[in-house]
């Protein structure tokens, strides 16, 4: 009986563990450097675990660097949120881009070396800690 409340507290908390906000809420507000060119573009859809809306983009600079813009985001709130460039929908083959700086508003995430866009075509907001998908917007060549 004590083994099965254990394992029945545990599922509880995972199963829940996500819904904790500690995401900062303030919206974020960062800016498309001068020349950048949106170069992939994607809608976020729900995840299982979690809502978001807003676009997702693949932004080359004129010093041709890129970075991953989050525009118009709007995202349900969890403990561990990472933005994730990803070959699949659930992150399997993954570049961490970083925590999530907030569940609303713009934000840019600089992606380090070559990355191939052909290959890497998603961006998720991802619980880390739980393996939960909040989200994930499909990027695809303008």
């Not at 992150?91 to 907030?102: R, T």
Request: aromatic letters at 10%; proline letters at 5%; glycine letters at 10%.
């Amino acid at each position: 009986m004590m083994r099965k409340t254990i394992w029945i507290a545990l599922l509880l908390v995972a199963a829940v563990g996500c819904k904790k906000e500690v995401t900062p809420t303030t919206p974020g507000a960062d800016m498309l450097a001068t020349g950048a060119e949106k170069q992939y573009t994607g809608s976020f859809v729900d995840g299982p675990y979690g809502r978001v809306t807003g676009k997702a983009h693949i932004v080359r600079n004129s010093n041709a660097t890129f970075e991953l813009l989050l525009e118009g985001l709007n995202s349900s709130n969890g403990p561990d949120l990472h933005v994730y460039l990803s070959k699949e929908i659930q992150p399997v083959n993954f570049i961490d881009l970083g925590p999530l700086k907030s569940v609303a508003g713009n934000q840019l995430y600089r992606l380090q070396g070559p990355v191939d866009f052909s290959a890497y075509k998603f961006a998720l907001v991802h619980c880390q800690a739980f393996n939960h998908l909040f989200g994930s917007a499909q990027l695809t060549k303008n």
